[in-house]
């Protein structure tokens, strides 16, 4: 039969699930294949979703969730503490050790991880106080804000830091007189932020650290033992 186009649409609104075939002008209904197409897809995607396929997706999202945890921030207190410890003895005085190494303006000039400070710099800080650090440790730089915890003169002097608002760790200076002179201890303590942050601790901060922090205290020596004594 004729159809015209004003049928084929009245028919495609009637029905829109049924294909409309036209061949010679004929009108030929197939049925509704939206459904048996949808029904194909739907075979194709489990034909595809092989136990290899979803296997391997499979430990993908694993391996994707343990390098996410591996960033996440950890609380405080859910790392242990390292400890970097080092130890001189200066021929000078407590109190001459004392007032140079609590004075940060001096820290760039025997401690290598100390590139500047700024704030208040020029003289022993107080408990309280603040200053502001540019460092290099192990290669990577940033900026530490210290401020002090602790000042028993001349024999304990503690300062807390902070990084972009989390806490940075502890350095603590102790000293003893001797009848040469002064035992100087510096001790930083501090936590891993992240399971990332300790596992590459574990394999070389931790080493370069007190490296540097055993060079830092050695020019300690020798900067205070080339000044006149006071």
């Not at 489990?46 to 921030?73: D, K, N, Q, S």
């Not at 503490?81 to 000078?92: D, F, K, L, N, Y």
């Not at 900067?223 to 006149?228: R, V």
């Amino acid at each position: 039969m004729a159809v015209s186009v004003q049928h084929i649409a009245h028919a495609v609104v009637i029905c829109p699930s049924i294909v409309v075939c036209l061949s010679g002008g004929d009108l030929e209904w197939n049925g509704p294949s939206v459904y048996r197409t949808r029904a194909r897809t739907r075979a194709r995607t489990r034909a595809i979703m092989t136990p290899r396929t979803r296997t391997v997706l499979a430990l993908t999202a694993l391996l994707l969730a343990i390098v996410a945890a591996f960033f996440i921030p950890l609380p405080r207190d859910a790392s242990p503490a390292t400890r970097i410890i080092s130890i001189v003895e200066i021929q000078r005085a407590p109190s001459a050790v004392f007032e140079f190494v609590t004075t940060p303006a001096y820290w760039p000039a025997w401690h290598p991880s100390s590139l500047s400070v700024e704030g208040t710099t020029d003289h022993p800080l107080e408990v309280g106080e603040q200053v502001a650090e540019e460092f290099r440790v192990a290669g990577r730089r940033g900026r530490v804000v210290w401020t002090v915890s602790v000042k028993t003169y001349p024999v304990r002097w503690s300062i807390d830091g902070v990084i972009d608002g989390r806490a940075a760790g502890t350095v603590t200076y102790t000293l003893a007189s001797q009848t040469n002179g002064t035992r100087f201890v510096r001790e930083f303590t501090y936590r891993a932020p992240s399971l990332w942050f300790a596992l590459l601790n574990w394999i070389v901060l931790k080493r370069t650290i007190q490296s540097e922090s055993d060079e830092a205290v050695m020019r300690l020596k020798r900067l205070l033992e080339s000044m006149p004594a006071r």
